[in-house]
């Protein structure tokens, strides 16, 4: 919430009332694009990864081959990263993942660092750890996630990471990044007006009315304004088509879901538990979300404008994603 000098001018130019009202700035809440291909190697696209940038932190969403050359292309300073979530184990979402906690050991980095990965990782991570990291001076832990369950993982006061149990060749889950409601925003030029100590600013944003001196009671609702609508981007990442996950990201903000094949490929995608971009509309058009966006293009397509073309046939909010993208929730 910033505040802003506003004026009323009379006839000749000249202000004759000055007041301030605010204005509210909502946290930056962005989605970084570091990769969006499959599991074939392309000079068009890299292999999986995201970075999340929400309430002052930095997540990373699984980790293929490359991901941390894309972290450097993206701006974002690697001491600022706070966790990584892995969806599962095929090596496009996590053959990156050594070679980036050891860069993170020769750039000095002290502090521990969580990696949410699937369970059945875990004796496999111990060991990749005490082989390559032994030099570094940080704890890297693994936390074990159950992919068949849908559930927190993490939270801390101002979002929750949730999990979201897909259907793929090995066990695999999706994230939904979700802030904590806040409270309402305290309306300056009332507060000013009605003399209203600082000391009730909090009460007043818990629900509290205000009595002046004169036994008036002023109620709340015209002491603040409502608080902003809290913000969700859910990767569905790996799955074959699963006609009841809207019910799992209803209402979600942004959606990416992947989006391997055209319908043409619809029997491949069955085979290999992948999606068309058509799927991935479906259930984007079926939770009610704002927006949907696709990933995970097979290499088969040099023009993946077949893929939207087939996702706003259903779903007209549908973007492609690419390297370098930034979208902001």
């Avoid at 909502?26 to 995201?50: D, M, R, V, W, Y």
């Avoid at 906690?101 to 969580?114: E, F, H, N």
């Avoid at 000391?199 to 002023?218: F, P």
Wanted: hydrophobic share 35%.
């Amino acid at each position: 919430m910033e505040m802003t000098e506003c004026h009323l001018y009379g006839n000749d130019d000249t202000p004759f009332l000055t007041y301030k009202i605010a204005i509210k700035i909502l946290e930056p809440f962005k989605i970084h694009i570091l990769g969006c291909g499959s599991a074939l190697p392309t000079l068009k696209h890299n292999a999986s990864s995201q970075l999340i940038e929400m309430r002052g932190k930095c997540f990373m969403v699984d980790c293929g081959e490359g991901a941390q050359m894309q972290f450097r292309r993206s701006h974002i300073h690697f001491s600022k990263l706070n966790a990584i979530f892995i969806t599962h184990m095929h090596g496009d979402h996590c053959f990156g993942l050594m070679g980036l906690l050891s860069t993170l050991g020769m750039l000095g980095r002290t502090s521990k660092l969580r990696v949410y990965a699937p369970k059945d990782y875990e004796p496999l991570f111990k060991q990749q750890v005490e082989y390559f990291m032994q030099t570094m001076e940080y704890e890297m832990e693994m936390i074990p996630v159950d992919t068949e369950k849908q559930q927190i993982i993490y939270e801390d006061h101002s979002l929750t990471v949730e999990t979201v149990p897909l259907k793929h060749r090995l066990p695999c889950c999706g994230f939904i990044f979700r802030e904590k409601p806040t409270l309402p925003h305290i309306r300056r030029d009332m507060i000013d007006y009605y003399g209203i100590p600082v000391s009730q600013i909090n009460n007043i944003k818990n629900g509290a009315d205000w009595t002046n001196e004169e036994g008036e009671v002023i109620p709340n609702e015209k002491l603040v304004t409502p608080a902003d609508q809290p913000r969700s981007y859910a990767y569905m990442s790996d799955t074959r088509y699963i006609p009841n996950l809207w019910e799992k990201v209803k209402g979600v903000t942004l959606l990416y879901h992947e989006s391997t094949y055209t319908s043409d490929q619809e029997d491949r995608a069955k085979i290999y538990n992948h999606s068309t971009a058509r799927q991935a509309a479906m259930v984007a058009r079926d939770a009610g979300v704002e927006k949907l966006l696709l990933g995970h293009y097979s290499a088969r397509y040099n023009d993946e404008k077949v893929l939207l073309k087939e996702a706003k046939e259903v779903f007209e909010e549908s973007y492609l994603s690419n390297e370098g993208m930034v979208i902001s929730v």
